[in-house]
């Protein structure tokens, strides 16, 4: 399983950018992958999770509608769009998934959750500057 992520940078408050993760060594279209970010000091925090086999969303209460995950199962690879950046998203994003899945296991609980993933990216830091 291989996790790749893309894509961050210095943006000014206010600003965009878009994430990309390129997988591989899995079913793409069986699992659920998520956007996790860690700020110095802080723990590390779901952001955005989608199910590749039905395309449900998650989004944390701080990046809804700002943030929006997309998934293109025919290049394997899950982007986030994110608009409207403010200073506190500043951290380093990861993606990340879990598999095999598991199958009672939606994106609410991969959302809320961070112990469900057990493979995960290297990480791509996103700081946002006032």
């Known amino acids: 399983v291989q996790l790749?992520?893309?894509?961050?940078?210095?943006?000014q408050v206010g600003g965009s950018l878009r994430l990309s993760c390129a997988?591989?060594?899995?079913?793409?279209?069986?699992?659920a992958i998520?956007?996790?970010r860690q700020a110095p000091g802080k723990e590390?925090?779901?952001?955005?999770?989608?199910?590749?086999?039905?395309?449900?969303?998650?989004?944390a209460d701080s990046v809804?509608?700002?943030?929006?995950?997309?998934a293109d199962?025919?290049?394997?690879?899950?982007?986030?769009?994110?608009?409207?950046?403010?200073?506190?998203?500043t951290a380093v994003y990861f993606c990340a998934t879990k598999v095999p899945r598991i199958p009672d296991k939606g994106v609410v609980d991969f959302g809320h959750y961070t112990f469900w993933y057990n493979?995960?990216?290297?990480?791509t830091q996103v700081t946002v500057s006032s």
Request: proline share 0%; aromatic share 14%; with cysteine.
């Open 73 to 89: 199962n025919a290049k394997r690879t899950v982007y986030l769009q994110m608009n409207s950046l403010k200073s506190e998203d």
């Open 64 to 70: 809804k509608g700002r943030f929006t995950i997309s």
């Open 34 to 36: 998520g956007w996790l």
């Open 119 to 123: 493979s995960w990216g290297q990480g």
């Open 44 to 59: 590390r925090e779901g952001v955005s999770c989608i199910a590749t086999y039905d395309g449900k969303t998650y989004y």
């Open 4 to 11: 790749v992520e893309s894509g961050g940078g210095l943006v």
């Open 23 to 31: 997988t591989s060594g899995f079913t793409f279209d069986d699992v």
